[in-house]
């Protein structure tokens, strides 16, 4: 498991169900599972996949960048194979400290058309609420429509803005980013929205 102060917050493993049945347990992220999150955002970069493939040059600047971060893994809970992987990092688009969310998320190739992407999309929301964040943006590449969908599907956020130049892609091609806000509490910093 990753060192972190979510483990006194967030009381993992705990089990939960996909839309389609499927039972999956969400625990802490060990490092091998974050070796395998990078490997997996890469290989997205690559393929256009929501990724950009300039967007990190090395797992080491992944793991500067995510420093701090909170990081889940969604697994099978018979073989333990890793599904998905969810990393709530503190957004850089608030200029104050540590009260917004962005969350990295990425489902396994292989594991893909089953919603995951939207129950760990939920789940981030879910768990940002509980480590106290007040809100979460979450930014995608404007050509990433499976994530757009699932945003929209699941309601509470809002279109605040647009990138032109949200990323690189593989064929070189620049591809801009739409951004999407979801706010959490009231001007008293109690929860409203329960998504």
């Known amino acids: 498991m990753l060192t ?7 009381a993992l493993p705990e089990m939960d169900t996909l839309a389609t049945g499927r039972r999956v347990v969400i625990d802490y992220m060990t490092e ?12 997205a970069a690559k393929n256009g996949e929501g990724y950009g493939i300039d967007e990190f040059d090395s797992e080491k600047e992944f793991r500067k960048e995510i420093k701090g971060s909170h ?4 697994k099978c809970p018979d073989s333990g194979s890793f599904l998905a992987g969810v990393i709530i990092a503190v957004s ?9 969310a962005d969350p990295f998320v990425i489902v396994e190739k292989s594991e893909r ?12 929301l879910e768990f940002a609420k509980r480590l106290g964040y007040k809100g979460m943006y979450v930014d995608t590449f ?31 091609h620049v591809v801009g980013s739409v951004i ?14 329960e998504t």
């Not at 972190?4 to 917050?9: A, D, F, I, K, P």
């Not at 058309?113 to 981030?124: D, I, N, P, V, Y």
């Open 113 to 124: 058309k089953q919603r995951l992407g939207e129950f760990a999309l939920r789940k981030s």
């Open 180 to 193: 999407f806000y979801c706010n959490f509490v009231d001007d008293n910093n109690n929860i409203v929205n």
């Open 4 to 10: 972190s102060t979510t483990t006194s917050l967030l």
């Open 71 to 74: 990081s889940f893994a969604i």
């Open 142 to 172: 404007s050509n990433n429509v499976a994530m757009i969908k699932i945003i929209e599907s699941i309601g509470g956020f809002e279109q605040v803005g647009c990138l032109p130049v949200g990323g690189k892609l593989q064929n070189g």
């Open 92 to 100: 850089k688009f608030y200029r104050g400290h540590g009260a917004i």
């Open 32 to 43: 091998t599972e974050l070796t395998k999150t990078y490997n997996m955002i890469q290989e």
